[in-house]
């Protein structure tokens, strides 16, 4: 089983490389967590965000394979514990699909990513800069995978 952070991003700053690498490289060699990074379309004042958003969906669909699981993450998703990742990530491993962790940009996901979703999950009810969202999930799959191992990371 792999995971794939897919995210819609510009260019993020060396310290978000940082963060995220520094949990990535923590998980074992059977749990890779692999960053795609979808190019965010140029904002300008005048843009058609809807075809932007569009886009930058298909472009999300286009890099996974059919049968794979999608889980977006949305505000209106289901909020999980620490606990709750962990017993998800349990369930993710013996379904050993791959599992693709959809974040949008900055209006959210395409509705196309919405649709295409087996489970949508809200990280908090607090809109989070999409920096941090990265380095929260890499940290967040980290002490799950801790906790079902044992590790006394998670104390």
């Known amino acids: 089983m792999r995971i794939r952070l897919i995210s819609v991003a510009s260019r993020m700053p060396r ?13 074992p060699p059977e749990l890779p967590l692999e960053l795609v990074e979808i190019p965010l379309g140029n904002r300008s004042k005048n843009a058609d965000i809807a075809r932007l ?32 990742l962990a017993e998800q990530l349990d369930n993710w491993r013996l379904d050993a699909r791959t599992v693709n962790l959809m974040v949008g940009g900055p209006e959210g996901l395409a509705e196309s990513v919405c649709q295409a979703s087996e489970q949508r999950w ?16 890499a940290e967040q ?10 590790h006394p990371y998670h104390k």
């Open 122 to 137: 809200s990280l908090s009810p607090l809109t989070l800069p999409h920096p941090l969202v990265r380095i929260l999930l």
């Open 15 to 27: 310290w978000v490389e940082q963060g995220y690498q520094e949990y990535a490289k923590r998980l």
């Open 53 to 84: 958003m569009k886009r930058e969906g298909e472009q999300m669909l286009a890099v996974t394979q059919p049968g794979e699981r999608i889980v977006t993450l949305e505000v209106n998703g289901r909020e999980w514990s620490t606990a709750t």
């Open 141 to 150: 799959l980290y002490r799950a995978w801790t906790i079902l191992n044992r």
